[in-house]
């Protein structure tokens, strides 16, 4: 099974500070990872995935994602925050391939705010 | 282009009443079709996906049923809701494969008074 976990449910940047959101993953096998983007009463927006290519993965937006394998991590970036980048933010692990699901597991969520 | 479609946009409906939300996919044929709530303030919870025209998996079992009439068109059902079915409701698609992402449509805010 996996399973994803989002250290900071709430994080506040002033506009132009860097972001940074955390996610931790646990999975039996080489996972894909994801970050999707909700903004208020809104559908889903992929961000950027990994897929067992290159660790740095460069998304939407300005965003990017590193993969470390040896942390378990999946963290999400982006150098400059904008207002418009206040949503909320979900790190999501695929499931597992031999189960012919191919559904996510979604994290809690991290409420991105944006001081101007 | 690929698009899905999902509605009503919001929807309140008293409890015990019945429920039938609709998703429809454009521009691809045989997806993979997945129904994920949102409950407030909390991450997304996939209920149903389906495969294939009248294939359908249940992930939590609960009093929501899904079904899947035509190959774009997936659907999302109750008999009797109950104030616990409250949430944001979101269908998703996918082509087959061990890599393929997942696409939202703009979701349905169900309330139940």
């Known amino acids: 099974a996996q399973s994803v976990t989002q250290l900071d449910s709430h994080v506040s940047v002033s506009e132009g500070t860097p972001v940074l959101l955390r996610c931790n993953y646990s999975s039996s096998y080489s996972p894909s990872l994801f970050w999707y983007v909700q903004h208020p009463n809104k559908g889903l927006q992929l961000l950027l995935k990994y897929t067992s290519a290159a660790t740095l993965v460069k998304g939407i937006n300005g965003f990017e994602a590193e993969f470390k394998k040896s942390e378990t991590s999946f963290h999400l970036t982006k150098p400059s925050a904008h207002m418009s980048d206040a949503a909320e933010y979900f790190c999501?692990?695929?499931?597992?391939?031999?189960?012919?699901?191919?559904?996510?597991?979604f994290g809690s969520g991290t409420r991105l705010q944006v001081q101007p | 282009s690929q698009t899905i479609h999902q509605w009503p946009a919001t929807l309140v409906q008293p409890v015990g009443s019945p429920l039938s939300l609709e998703c429809t996919v454009e521009g691809t044929s045989n997806p993979n079709l997945y129904w994920y709530r949102q409950a407030a303030g909390r991450g997304l919870q996939l209920l149903f996906y389906?495969?294939?025209?009248?294939?359908i998996s249940s992930e939590v079992p609960q009093n929501l049923s899904a079904s899947r009439p035509q190959d774009r068109q997936f659907i999302l059902s109750s008999k009797k809701l109950l104030l616990s079915d409250s949430g944001f409701y979101l269908c998703?698609?996918?082509?087959?494969?061990?890599?393929?992402?997942?696409?939202f449509g703009p979701g349905t805010r169900l309330t139940v008074t």
């Open positions: 999501v692990v695929r499931g597992a391939l031999n189960t012919g699901r191919r559904a996510l597991t």
């Open positions: 998703a698609w996918s082509v087959k494969g061990p890599r393929a992402e997942q696409y």
């Open positions: 389906s495969v294939g025209i009248g294939q």
